[in-house]
């Protein structure tokens, strides 16, 4: 009976604490996209920042430039992004960002 009652503490004991160890796991990630997210808010605040952004958007990059409008639309989708770099200097963020570009270019197509 003894051993029964041992071997289910152990048992009880190893669940709490994996569960201790998730909870906190997940905190973690929690705190740090937060975290993310006010980085993000942070930058979007500037002006300079969304202009880029939403011509990003509304001016997409065309993958086999053929004419000379196409490459010099490429050329200031460079001059864009190059621009967003100066911009936002965290590479964490500036990926969010390239992300939400990319989901609202596939919208717009």
Same mark, same amino acid.
């Given at each position: 009976?003894?051993? %029964?009652?041992?071997?289910?503490? /152990?048992?009880?004991?190893?669940?709490?604490?994996? %569960?201790?160890?998730? =909870? @906190?796991?997940? =905190?973690? &990630?929690?705190? !740090? $996209?937060?975290?993310?997210?006010? =980085?993000?808010?942070?930058?979007?605040?500037?002006?300079? /920042?969304?202009?880029?952004? @939403?011509?990003?958007? !509304?001016?997409?990059? /065309?993958? $086999?430039?053929?004419?000379?409008? @196409? !490459?010099?639309? $490429? #050329?200031?989708?460079?001059?864009?992004? =190059? &621009?967003? #770099?100066?911009? /936002?200097?965290?590479?964490?963020?500036?990926?969010?960002?390239?992300?939400?570009?990319?989901?609202?270019? #596939?919208?717009?197509?």
């Amino acid at each position: 009976m003894s051993i %029964a009652l041992l071997i289910c503490t /152990v048992l009880i004991t190893l669940f709490v604490i994996t %569960a201790m160890l998730k =909870a @906190q796991s997940s =905190a973690h &990630r929690l705190t !740090r $996209n937060i975290s993310d997210m006010k =980085a993000l808010e942070g930058v979007l605040k500037d002006r300079d /920042v969304i202009i880029v952004i @939403q011509r990003m958007i !509304r001016e997409p990059r /065309v993958e $086999n430039p053929k004419t000379e409008v @196409q !490459r010099r639309r $490429n #050329k200031r989708y460079i001059l864009h992004q =190059a &621009r967003l #770099k100066h911009l /936002v200097p965290d590479e964490k963020t500036r990926r969010m960002i390239y992300t939400f570009i990319s989901i609202k270019k #596939k919208r717009h197509l």
